[in-house]
């Protein structure tokens, strides 16, 4: 008896094939690797994305600690690739696609503001989002440090974004808006 190197296939020297039971578990085998080529084909193999589009769907309302970006941060680059402005309504998540919009609520003392997500964290066990300082500063917990927060998802990325990593960057001011801030603040220190 002498298996075939291409086929599998068990053939005696005479060229008789060894039964009907052995070419039965021959057929159903490679019908099974068959069905499992064109099911691997069929079935869609972005498993991260449809996981975080699932736990997008479930996460609509998330509760826990909150807490902000320190000094060390400031102009670092983000995981969405943008720099870390401490002036923006933006925050950190685990999980939600950059440029989804949030609002969070103090549970402490009822103030909102809605934020941008833009980066991943926070890293720290137990704590949910990690804040700007400008946002930080809207909730009335620089002070603090950490506050118990609300998280609301209000949208989500939008329909022609493929990945999670395509999400749109935030339009940057335009200059004159930017040389106007400093020469405004320029007149007030020298007054």
Request: without cysteine; glycine residues 8%.
């Amino acid at each position: 008896m002498v298996p075939h190197s291409l086929t599998g296939f068990a053939f005696t020297p005479q060229g008789r094939s060894l039964g009907i039971g052995l070419a039965r578990a021959q057929r159903l085998a490679a019908f099974f690797a068959l069905a499992l080529f064109v099911l691997g084909n069929v079935v869609p193999g972005d498993a991260i994305a449809r996981s975080a589009r699932a736990r997008m769907k479930r996460a609509r309302r998330e509760s826990g600690v909150a807490s902000f970006y320190g000094r060390e941060f400031y102009h670092r680059l983000t995981a969405s690739g943008e720099r870390f402005d401490p002036k923006r309504l933006t925050a950190a998540h685990r999980s939600l696609p950059f440029g989804t919009r949030v609002r969070v609520t103090n549970l402490d003392n009822g103030r909102r503001v809605v934020v941008r997500i833009n980066d991943r964290g926070p890293f720290m066990k137990g704590r949910v989002l990690d804040l700007s300082p400008a946002a930080a500063r809207k909730l009335g917990f620089t002070g603090q440090g950490l506050a118990r927060v609300r998280l609301d998802v209000l949208s989500r990325l939008p329909a022609n974004y493929a990945t999670l990593m395509d999400a749109p960057a935030p339009p940057a001011p335009p200059r004159s808006q930017k040389r106007a801030r400093s020469v405004t603040r320029a007149s007030r220190s020298a007054g």
